[in-house]
């Protein structure tokens, strides 16, 4: 059974950081798409972040330059490192695992509020 659980959210002032983390089980990570969404209130969940699979990492171009998203392999884990965080980085974050075939799986989300 494949679980991704996210931890880390909270709380920030605009220009802070934040670290974001989702721990993979029953999965490897480091052998699918590894993708952090995010959806605030009243809008559509967004891809912020994907590192597929033996290629690059993307970002969205809101993000681009701010946010950083890590793999740990040994750990089976996956991180998004958000530096500068403004208010309209306000949502709730979500961990996706894709793999090639087959429907993706999703983590449960954890809410990064940024105040102004």
């Known amino acids: 059974q494949v679980q991704l659980v996210e931890s880390g959210g909270g709380l920030v002032q605009a220009g802070g950081s934040l670290r974001v983390s989702c721990v993979a089980s029953?999965?490897?990570?480091?052998?699918?798409?590894m993708g952090w969404y995010r959806q605030a209130p009243g809008k559509q969940r967004e891809l912020v972040a994907v590192?597929?699979?033996?290629?690059?990492?993307n970002y969205a171009d809101s993000v681009k330059g701010r946010f950083t998203i890590s793999r740990d392999v040994a750990k089976n884990t996956v991180y998004l490192q958000m530096n500068s965080l403004k208010p309209e980085d306000t949502a709730v974050y979500y961990c996706?695992?894709?793999?090639?075939?087959?429907?993706?799986?999703w983590g449960q989300g954890t809410q990064v509020t940024v105040s102004s």
């Open positions: 996706n695992a894709q793999p090639r075939k087959g429907a993706g799986y």
């Open positions: 029953g999965i490897f990570a480091s052998m699918v798409d």
């Open positions: 590192w597929p699979s033996g290629s690059s990492t």
